[in-house]
């Protein structure tokens, strides 16, 4: 099925270990995206790639690097995990040709840093 | 500055009776509004969208939302609720300046039998 595939979906990790979420998609869509969900404040953008080769830093990029490996596969790197970056963390594609976008998330990927 | 309000954390609705999920907009330019659900454990699905035309936009599983210019509004509506409507709803604007998503926090929809 087409669509977007986050690993891992669980994660805990002790704070200051290193940890990357991957990403893909085969959509072929130009853009992807980085999210984390926390209570009461929705989904929020830590970086997005509106095409291969470019990335920039979304809303809440501190702490975080990532990498647009190719057009299909986006990772997002947290280098020294620390508490606050206990959320749930989204993957998602777009093609913003589309009238609709086509915006299509991934199942997720739940942290704890502990 | 480009927002999305969504003003209710959560909604209560019995079974078999309309519902309204609220949202306001903030935008520069001509506004491209979504609704998205998530139900638990999964990611975020399309519901439906306002791009132009009739200010009524049907969408998926006979959800239905209402754009009002003046209002600066696009309130996601049903007329009769289903317990498995029972989920995260989110609305977002289209930011004119970079073609991103804005996302408002999030309404939880609770229709109780």
């Known amino acids: 099925n087409a669509g977007v595939t986050q690993t891992p979906k669980f994660q805990v990790l002790k704070t200051g270990q290193s940890m990357t979420l991957q990403c893909a998609q085969d959509m072929n869509h130009n853009s992807m995206y980085w999210y984390r969900q926390d209570p009461g404040m929705g989904l929020r953008l830590i970086y997005y790639?509106?095409?291969?080769?470019?990335?920039d830093k979304g809303e809440v990029p501190n702490g975080y690097n990532v990498s647009r490996l190719n057009k299909r596969e986006f990772s997002l790197r947290l280098e020294s995990a620390a508490p606050s970056q206990t959320s749930v963390y989204f993957c998602?594609?777009?093609?913003?040709?589309?009238?609709?976008?086509?915006?299509?998330f991934g199942s997720g990927t739940r942290l704890t840093v502990v | 500055a480009q927002s999305v309000a969504q003003p209710e954390d959560q909604v209560n609705v019995a079974e078999g009776n309309p519902l309204t999920v609220k949202c306001t907009y903030s935008?520069?330019?001509?506004?491209?509004l979504f609704w998205y659900v998530q139900y638990p454990n999964r990611g975020l699905q399309f519901l439906l969208k306002y791009i132009t035309g009739d200010n009524l936009v049907k969408g998926s599983y006979g959800f239905e939302a209402e754009f009002n210019k003046s209002q600066t509004s696009f309130h996601l509506k049903k007329p009769s609720a289903l317990v498995s409507d029972s989920a995260l709803y989110f609305c977002a604007v289209r930011d004119n300046s970079n073609y991103q998503l804005i996302w408002g926090a999030g309404t939880k929809l609770i229709i109780k039998p």
């Open positions: 935008v520069s330019g001509n506004p491209y």
């Open positions: 998602a594609s777009s093609d913003l040709s589309r009238v609709d976008y086509g915006y299509t």
């Open positions: 790639s509106a095409s291969e080769g470019t990335t």
